[in-house]
């Protein structure tokens, strides 16, 4: 349960006087997510019934500096017709505030459930959705570094230290060396645009083989466009645990994208480098929050292992496997 901040009912019913909602009915703590605080906030709907909305009080790794360009971006996808969640303005026009000591937003609910086993044709739909959230990002602005590069995970790797062989013994030599190959393969020269950055099965919210909406831009950042896949690929193609590849998902997936914004031969043929580097990057987060959160979190940790198997799949896989052609 990703609730790090508690605000008590009372707190929660005082900060919602600010906006143009109705007043709080209830507030439940959402399990799911592991970055911030989430509530599931309902309200007495203006009109008729309930109103429902997100709260979030960002914890973490999300720096407040970097909201604007979340907001900003979610604006932009928005009113280019991509089903993200808007943030809310209170009655005086601010979106960003402080609740419980945290910085806080309200904001729009969507409808939707996040698949746990995607189908092939879920699969393709994500495909489609972020082909087409690049098509909309394009002409955005703005830029923000991706922290979770190159640089960022050597980094990480070095904060791990040991507590990488404590997860499992040889962890620690297996990313060193995982280091040292991207350091010489990591692609340079493809284009870069604003990506997603973690769009898991549990950041798109679908009905039934519909994509409803995309949420969770809090990893957003300007970086190798195909990389965005990449990581999507990791997340939708395995089983949990990641001791098996699903190839008839990876064809969907990259068949989705490829119909809605297309891939270059160049990004085919970084394609598996891509995908040992998003493989990296969430068993490194993983391992330093295996290693980091305290015993009392009420979070569910996530298994480092499983993107080492997806690390160890990705080093010997022949491009078509992972492309589906
Ligand atoms: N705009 C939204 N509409 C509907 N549900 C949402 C929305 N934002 C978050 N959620 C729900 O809250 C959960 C956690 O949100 P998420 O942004 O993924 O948290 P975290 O950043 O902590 O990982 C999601 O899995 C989803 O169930
Ligand atoms: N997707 C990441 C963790 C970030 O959690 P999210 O709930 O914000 O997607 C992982 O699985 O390691």
Request: aromatic share 10%; glycine share 8%; with cysteine.
């Amino acid at each position: 349960m990703a609730v790090y901040t508690h605000v008590p009912a009372e707190d929660m019913a005082q900060f919602l006087t600010r906006y143009a909602t109705g007043p709080l009915i209830s507030a439940k703590g959402i399990a799911e997510g592991v970055e911030n605080s989430n509530y599931l906030v309902e309200t007495e709907s203006l009109t008729s019934g309930t109103d429902r909305f997100i709260l979030t009080l960002y914890e973490k790794r999300v720096d407040e500096a970097d909201l604007p360009f979340f907001m900003d971006l979610l604006d932009h996808l928005g009113a280019r017709g991509c089903r993200v969640p808007r943030f809310i303005a209170d009655r005086d026009g601010v979106k960003l505030q402080q609740l419980g000591g945290r910085p806080a937003c309200l904001i729009e609910f969507l409808s939707g459930i996040s698949v746990t086993e995607p189908t092939p044709a879920q699969s393709a739909a994500a495909g489609r959705a972020l082909g087409e959230l690049h098509i909309a990002a394009q002409g955005f602005p703005a830029e923000r570094r991706n922290t979770l590069d190159l640089a960022g995970w050597h980094d990480l790797a070095g904060r791990c230290g040991d507590g990488l062989d404590s997860i499992a013994p040889g962890l620690g030599a297996r990313v060193e060396q995982e280091l040292a190959w991207l350091d010489v393969h990591w692609p340079r020269d493809l284009d870069r645009s604003v990506i997603h950055a973690d769009l898991f099965p549990d950041n798109v919210l679908m009905h039934g083989d519909e994509v409803t909406g995309l949420i969770d831009f809090y990893f957003s950042c300007t970086d190798i466009r195909a990389y965005d896949l990449a990581i999507t690929h990791g997340a939708w193609c395995f089983a949990h645990d990641g001791s098996h590849y699903y190839a008839d998902r990876g064809a969907a997936l990259v068949g989705g994208y490829v119909q809605t914004h297309g891939l270059s031969d160049a990004e085919r043929a970084a394609f598996p480098a891509l995908c040992r580097g998003a493989a990296l990057r969430f068993l490194l987060t993983r391992a330093y929050d295996w290693i980091n959160t305290p015993p009392d979190a009420m979070v569910t940790r996530k298994d480092p292992l499983a993107y080492r198997r997806r690390l160890d799949f990705y080093a010997q896989a022949h491009p078509a496997e992972l492309l589906g052609a």
